[in-house]
């Protein structure tokens, strides 16, 4: 509103720079997620399943929480190759100020959760954290749980 009326008073294109500390404050606050999750791994301490609800606060109105569950969803796999996935997102409209997505959204999100659940898995089976990781990435010519075919995959020797 403040660019539009000066841009009005000064009949030319104003441009509003704020701090990302201003940018929350006038136009959302950050959401907040939770996800539940289940896993099944084979005796190898390869993944069989994973299956994960996540639960997104979009504040009064879901203005752009939708876009960022979206990819969040797309991405929540990260660099592991699960071959039986079921994730589902589910919106919460709260009486608090509208989320707004920033930097990376969806997929910052998703790594983080993914990681998480992963460190989780370890901590109540035992299992090397490291090597849990190692036997689950994918691989070249590995696919997406939406599809995408791995063409060019390199994690594995530069991890």
Known sequence: ALATLCSAITGSAVAL??????????????????????????????????????????????????????VMLHSLDNCYNIPNVNFSAVMLLTNYAPSAACR??????????????????????????IALREANFYQKGDSTPDGMILQYWSLGSVW
């Open 17 to 70: 720079l704020i701090s990302l500390d201003q940018c929350s404050q006038t136009f959302g606050t950050r959401d907040v997620k939770k996800i539940q999750y289940s896993a099944g791994l084979n005796k190898d301490g390869t993944f069989n399943s994973l299956s994960c609800n996540i639960y997104n606060t979009c504040g009064a109105a879901n203005t752009d929480e939708f876009g960022d569950a979206i």
């Open 104 to 129: 990376g959204p969806g997929w910052v999100h998703a790594v983080h959760g993914m990681e998480s659940m992963v460190s989780d898995i370890c901590r109540q089976t035992g299992l090397d954290p």
